[in-house]
């Protein structure tokens, strides 16, 4: 998901829970999942914010048994370095995925990757306009490529105070050596504030590779303080 340059201010904390349900088809064989991640943000300073998430997933092959387990812890920092105080902001958001997950049961790819993201918005009124790109270095155990890209953009709309309505287009490497098409995604959504400091949203994201597709209800909760 693209990611604004915000951050929490020092001392401050964030709680992000969230859950996303996706149903996909390929050659004949449907696949659901279901991802649990919870997200704790503090900020270290008015600029600097330190996160660790933690996803747990849930898996429902069409053949085969339901599988659940833990996924790779990740932490990392968020560093708004740039704000040229007429509506520009500038970021940078490196992160480490830890081995935690068992591979051999598909949660996780066996070892530590590192990415890093260019986080860019701009604020003119009550539009905000996201971009991020990034790249990772995806090492594994289970023959992926290691070398990883992505990109996004998003568009924000707030109408009142209470809402906000968001557009989204996001396109990445595919790890897969065994399909040299990029993943693309597609997301339309919505952000309830409620109040100053809790947001619930609700997402439908569409991903698609060539004939593979795959559709995701995401549900989330953010509590700061």
Known sequence: DSDDTGTQGSGH??????TDRSR??????????QQLNTTLSYGLSDAVDLALSQPYAWQRPSQGPKRSDVGDTSIGLKWRFHDNQAGWTWGLKPSLSLHVASERRGFGNGRTTASLELLSNYQAGDWLWLV??????????????KALWNASTALLYSPDKSWTLAAEFGSSRNPSRS??????SALLGAIYHWGDDCDLDLGLRRHWQRRVAANTLGL??????
């Open 13 to 18: 904390w964030q709680l992000e829970i969230n």
């Open 24 to 33: 996909s088809r390929a050659e004949g064989q449907r696949r659901i999942e």
């Open 132 to 145: 991020n790109s990034g790249a990772t270095y995806n090492d594994n155990r289970t023959g992926d490529r």
């Open 179 to 184: 399909s040299p098409a990029a993943l693309r």
């Open 220 to 225: 989330g909760f953010t509590q700061r303080w």
